[in-house]
């Protein structure tokens, strides 16, 4: 069980052109899911908390209009990278926290998604 | 604020033998947990162990264990009869209020035949 999935795993863009990636939690519900960005050789770094049925929470740095996120159901968080440019190239992994699971505050992790922009 | 701090880039350990890896942090918080994840070349990230702050007893998960060191602030991850299969980039995590990761910058595995 606990397991999450993202698509596409790999994506190649134009700069200039947005983006969209899929968070779903497969077999439990996620009311708090998280996007992290991680760059090649470096950890990974939170970029926002997303809570079904409201607005994102970014980190400081995160651009909010570039970088948009909707939780709309218990299951599914997307983000999309909106006017992509090369600096934007990343692996991008989100993760799901499964509240029935009480307080051992384990998060879940996707396969993450490779993003290239040209 | 919240920091988690892995001092040894990269390690290096033969098959069979056993490795630590170091993990300090810092918190204001009482009770939290704390865990050490890894990453290997697939990039999936699979939780090796977690730790629970107000247990005095190390957590032990087969060939895994940790030494946690709670007025230290010091986590660290043992190793034993460490296998091919374990080579991969280790990440200490320290949740945040909303539950979100801190990572450490991470330690990369070598285990050489």
């Known amino acids: 069980g606990a397991v999450v999935s993202q698509h596409p795993s790999r994506v190649i863009c134009k700069s200039g052109t947005s983006v969209k990636i899929e968070c779903r939690s497969l077999d439990f519900q996620a009311t708090t899911m998280f996007w992290y960005r991680q760059f090649p050789k470096q950890s990974l770094m939170l970029m926002a908390t997303s809570n079904e049925g409201s607005k994102a929470t970014y980190e400081q740095g995160v651009e909010k209009d570039k970088f948009l996120i909707n939780h709309a159901s218990l299951t599914l968080s997307t983000l999309t990278v909106t006017s992509a440019h090369p600096e934007d190239s990343s692996f991008y992994i989100c993760?799901?926290?499964?509240?029935?699971?009480?307080?051992?505050?384990?998060?879940?992790f996707g396969p993450g998604t490779r993003l290239t922009v040209l | 604020a919240q920091t988690v701090t892995q001092s040894q880039p990269e390690m290096s350990v033969q098959e069979a033998e056993t490795v630590t890896l170091s993990c300090t942090y810092d918190?204001?918080?009482?009770?939290?947990?704390l865990f050490w994840y890894k990453q290997p070349p697939s990039r999936q990230m699979i939780l090796v162990i977690r730790q629970e702050a107000y247990k005095q007893q190390n957590a032990t998960e087969n060939r895994f264990s940790v030494n946690f060191q709670k007025a230290a602030k010091s986590f660290s991850l043992k190793i034993s009869d460490s296998q091919l299969g374990d080579t991969a980039m280790y990440f200490c995590a320290l949740p945040n209020s909303g539950y979100a990761l801190n990572f450490g910058k991470g330690t990369s595995l070598l285990v050489t035949p």
């Open positions: 993760s799901a926290r499964d509240h029935s699971r009480g307080i051992h505050n384990e998060q879940f």
């Open positions: 918190t204001s918080e009482n009770n939290y947990y």
